[in-house]
């Protein structure tokens, strides 16, 4: 395999919402940098649980709802 191939890890800091700290290797940056995060699994709602969405009946169901009294009859 080409050597120039792949590009190159180095060490950079990973800032997480809460400001909490880590450090990884990354091809991300210049060694040493600092990745700050703006949306990480202690805060997005995807993973708290926080307040979601969520269609009951489906599609067909909310199509209903909203033009069922519709008719074509004259």
Do not use: C
Not at 1 to 17: D, L, Q
Not at 18 to 31: L, M, P, V
Not at 54 to 71: C, D, I, M, P
């Amino acid at each position: 395999m080409k050597s120039e191939g792949h590009p190159e890890y180095h060490m950079i800091t990973i800032k997480m919402v809460d400001g909490t700290e880590y450090q990884t290797r990354s091809t991300w940056g210049k060694e040493g940098d600092t990745l700050a995060l703006d949306i990480d699994p202690t805060s997005h709602p995807a993973w708290t649980g926080g307040k979601q969405q969520v269609q009951e009946g489906g599609r067909v169901a909310a199509f209903n709802k909203r033009f069922g009294g519709l008719s074509l009859k004259k």
